[in-house]
């Protein structure tokens, strides 16, 4: 028998008396999953379809099992980057299957498919995205919330977006990706540091009409309570392998153009996100040795190679400090050595080819911040309709 909106409410927060909301660093903040007296009548009689991974949970449950718990008629899960359990490395592919705990098909959105094709969605009535987020546009998990989105759109196809707060939710920085370099690390016209949670993100795509269609868009936003993009957030679940705690977290936006170089950012450490470190320019007095890690890093940069660099898990960096990258930068070309090796992926992950063209051409960092303060003023002006906490 089907449980009543009513009596899975009871149930849910009975199990959250008993066990606590390890979401909330406030007792007053509760996340989108957290409110299943807003959701769970939309589910009624609906095949549902969840957009989720290992940060997707209700209390000390996920998403999943909450919801086949409360009679929800769960069809499939759509795995985004670093599958549904978050346990594969930053750009292994994820495949189909099913999931053992569940018997639920995982259907892979990190694969030969970004965006759900027209037979992945034959059996939904109904899309819940509830992934969380780090706010920085590189972050793949909101290029997944964007196709879904169009997905949806175009075969008019609901979408419940349960909102999370963004970790780095106070900055806005960073250039804007600019039209010719639109790709999987970079698909809306945002800044690098966009400031916006999925929620309003999604308020946003839909609203300025970066999808196909959007306007048969049918979206509705859970909303966080108790929740001010000036709060600090500790993630409880680590969003994917690299970004194990909140300091990788906060650091991530100034060390993910890292990626594109010769420099390591720890992979391969029990520090991804917090050091950087190469074998041949010495950055620091910091040693550490990259190694194989199954789970978030089975082949990094420089493996086995003694690296010396920077221990940043002390540093007051935040937002997106151009400092760090402008002063390795130099001294690579002071010692007449290569440092960014891939500059398409540096311009990919950038957004434009303007920050790489500025560092050749030696300017400061703060003539390159400038460059970009007036397009922040207009997406600041843009983005205005669609904010949702203040």
């Known amino acids: 028998m089907r449980l009543t909106t009513a009596t899975g409410l009871h149930w849910f927060i009975s199990l959250c008396l008993l066990f606590g909301c390890g979401f909330s660093q406030a007792a007053t903040l509760k996340v989108g999953a957290e409110h299943p007296e807003k959701y769970l009548p939309l589910l009624t009689h609906k095949r549902v379809g969840l957009v989720v991974n290992q940060t997707s949970r209700v209390c ?7 919801l086949i718990a409360q009679n929800v008629s769960v069809q499939a899960v759509f795995a985004p ?6 346990k594969l490395g930053a750009g292994e592919q994820v495949t189909d299957g099913l999931d053992p705990k569940t018997g639920l098909p995982v259907r892979s959105l990190y694969g030969k498919y970004k965006k759900p094709d027209r037979t992945m969605l034959n059996d939904i009535d109904v899309l819940i995205f509830d992934i969380q987020d780090v706010g920085a546009r590189f972050y793949t998990f909101i290029s997944t919330l964007h196709y879904v989105l169009e997905a949806a759109a175009e075969q008019r196809i609901p979408v419940i977006v349960l909102d999370r707060p963004n970790p780095n939710g106070r900055y806005v920085d960073g250039p804007l990706r600019e039209e010719p370099f639109s790709s999987f690390v970079g698909l809306d016209p945002i800044p690098l540091l966009h400031g916006l949670t999925v929620g309003e993100l999604a308020l946003m795509i839909r609203g300025e009409s970066w999808i196909n269609q959007a306007s048969e868009l049918k979206l509705t936003v859970i909303p966080v309570t108790g929740y001010t993009k000036s709060m600090a957030y500790d993630l409880p679940v680590a969003p994917s392998p690299n970004l194990p705690n909140s300091t990788a977290i906060r650091l991530y936006p100034s060390l993910c153009l890292f990626e594109a170089t010769v420099v390591s950012v720890g992979r391969g450490t029990d520090w991804p996100f917090q050091v950087i470190g ?3 320019v010495k950055l620091g007095e910091f040693a550490f040795t990259p190694r194989p890690m199954p789970e978030s890093a089975p082949n990094p ?10 221990d940043l898990r002390s540093s007051t960096m935040h937002g997106f400090d151009i400092e760090l990258l402008y002063e390795v930068y130099h001294k690579f070309a002071d010692a007449g050595s290569t440092f960014i090796d891939r500059p398409d992926f540096f311009d990919l992950l950038s957004g434009t080819d303007k920050l790489r063209k500025q560092l050749a051409q030696g300017l400061t960092p703060d003539a390159i911040r400038a460059s970009w303060q007036s397009d922040l003023a207009d997406f600041n002006a843009r983005r205005q309709p669609y904010l949702r906490y203040p």
Do not use: A
């Open 60 to 66: 000390q449950q996920h998403l999943v099992d909450y």
């Open 81 to 86: 980057e670093h599958g549904f359990r978050g």
């Open 278 to 280: 190469h074998h041949q």
């Open 301 to 310: 940069k420089l493996e086995g190679q003694p690296l010396f660099g920077r």
